[in-house]
T-cell receptor
Framework: NAGVTQTPKFQVLKTGQSMTLQCAQDMNHEYMSWYRQDPGMGLRLIHYSVGAGITDQGEVPNGYNVSRSTTEDFPLRLLSAAPSQTSVYFC???????????????FGPGTRLTVL | AQSVTQLDSQVPVFEEAPVELRCNYSSSVSVYLFWYVQYPNQGLQLLLKYLSGSTLVKGINGFEAEFNKSQTSFHLRKPSVHISDTAEYFCAVVQGGYNKLIFGAGTRLAVHP
């Protein structure tokens, strides 16, 4: 049971490049989410999904796309990278709970992204 | 919109002293409250959560928090800290009717010998 895995661990991009951050979980969790962590700002929700085929925007969705074709995978796409997207990105999953989002979230180890 | 304010960005404390990390939330409707901890270079893990019932919630590693609806607060406490408690602590909220877990800016707890 690997939990939540994220790849890559580190990435450097040039402005304007695109890339996909991968996130996978093997716990059969319905609820998955992406956060970015910046100094002094905590974690900010980018996008989340309450199940395969269902996604919604979080607090800071601009510049990012997501899709959820399977329960296990929830990739985050940067369409045209900008220096403002330099951050540490965390993926998380949970069973959801009676009120979605209230069950314990399990976090991946993070991806450190630098955009030059 | 729901929001969370952590009143202290850094809290220095000596080992074996008590500590309180403060958290206030904005919503006036039903809320669900959480404390997560992040140790250096790691992801986050859940310390404790309040969904309903008793307002005093006990978590892992000797931490507890009290939900105070009248003051819209959810402060985290530990009676005696250890060096190993040095980490960043995040308060978070899910507002009833929404599906989003929203985090505060974090409080960095530094325990000194």
């Amino acid at each position: 049971n690997a939990g939540v895995t994220q790849t890559p661990k580190f990435q450097v991009l040039k402005t304007g490049q695109s890339m996909t951050l991968q996130c996978a979980q093997d716990m059969n969790h319905e609820y998955m989410s992406w956060y970015r962590q910046d100094p002094g700002m905590g974690l900010r929700l980018i996008h989340y999904s309450v199940g395969a085929g269902i996604t919604d925007q979080g607090e800071v969705p601009n510049g990012y796309n997501v899709s959820r074709s399977t329960t296990e995978d929830f990739p985050l796409r940067l369409l045209s990278a900008a220096p403002s997207q330099t951050s540490v990105y965390f993926c998380a999953s949970s069973t959801g709970g009676a009120v979605a989002g209230t069950d314990t979230q399990y976090f991946g180890p993070g991806t450190r992204l630098t955009v030059l | 919109a729901q929001s969370v304010t952590q009143l202290d960005s850094q809290v220095p404390v000596f080992e074996e002293a008590p500590v309180e990390l403060r958290c206030n939330y904005s919503s006036s409707v039903s809320v669900y409250l959480f404390w997560y901890v992040q140790y250096p270079n790691q992801g986050l893990q859940l310390l404790l959560k309040y969904l309903s019932g008793s307002t005093l919630v006990k978590g892992i590693n000797g931490f507890e928090a009290e939900f105070n609806k009248s003051q819209t607060s959810f402060h985290l406490r530990k009676p005696s800290v250890h060096i190993s408690d040095t980490a960043e602590y995040f308060c978070a909220v899910v507002q009833g009717g929404y599906n989003k877990l929203i985090f505060g800016a974090g409080t960095r707890l530094a325990v000194h010998p």
